[in-house]
């Protein structure tokens, strides 16, 4: 290789290597202002209406940003049961909404529906299972989350009927002002008793849980 070909491959690998350091740079700035976003703002992080589950006065508490039709979402989703089976006492997972997908707040609604009906788990784990069928991101058919819920055992006229109430339209508002101000910007993004993920990813949320699970043992 000659030194032309040689200074070219050298200027190819500092622009490659700026490039990636700026990216770094740029997510721990991001990272670094929502945990300080959020220490202003604890408040926000649970509200009285938000679902959970597992213990429901466990110590170590997951804040879970959540979109019914959000791929990664579904994919996450037997991690965070997993954890929660691992510490039945210690640990319980709070759902905030984050409905950023089109149509995502017509099932947001109808998880509340659920709710009323003591059917909320059963029917989360069935919108997720279809979630391939209705969360079409360019044509999403939130009818067949419903026929989804239906088969879940959801009662479904008496659902329809209950995501009309204000008092749903109500979560759905509060969510979504409280991820804004919490600069949540993509789903799902996850809290371990306030504090934000190192990276992103099913081993760093264990790993957190799991630190903050030691600490009671302490």
């Known amino acids: 290789m000659n030194t032309k070909k040689i200074t070219v491959v050298l200027l190819l690998v500092l622009v490659a290597a700026a490039f990636f350091l700026g990216i770094g740079a740029y997510r721990t700035r991001v990272q670094t202002e929502q945990a300080e976003q959020v220490r202003s703002e604890q408040a926000r992080l649970v509200r009285m209406h938000s679902p959970v589950l597992g213990a429901q006065r466990a110590p170590v508490t997951i804040v879970e940003f959540f979109d019914p039709?959000?791929?990664?979402?579904?994919?996450?989703?037997?991690?965070?049961?997993?954890?929660?089976?691992?510490?039945?006492?210690?640990?319980?997972?709070?759902?905030?909404?984050?409905?950023?997908?089109?149509?995502?707040?017509?099932?947001?609604?109808?998880?509340e529906a659920a709710r009323l009906q003591d059917k909320y788990q059963a029917v989360l784990e069935a919108v997720l299972a279809s979630q391939p069928a209705w969360a079409d991101h360019a044509k999403p058919n939130p009818a067949l989350a419903f026929k989804a819920a239906e088969q879940a055992g959801l009662d479904i006229e008496r659902a329809a009927q209950d995501v009309q109430r204000p008092e749903l339209q109500a979560i759905v508002a509060q969510d979504v002002e409280d991820l804004q101000a919490l600069k949540v910007n993509k789903t799902p993004t996850f809290f371990v008793n306030g504090r934000t993920l190192p990276s992103f990813g099913p081993e760093q949320l264990s790993a957190l849980v799991a630190e903050e699970v030691a600490k009671l043992k302490k």
Not at 70 to 99: G, H, N, S, T, W
């Open 69 to 111: 039709a959000c791929e990664a979402c579904r994919a996450f989703y037997p991690y965070v049961k997993r954890l929660l089976a691992q510490y039945p006492d210690d640990v319980r997972l709070v759902i905030r909404y984050a409905p950023l997908h089109e149509g995502s707040d017509e099932v947001v609604k109808l998880l």
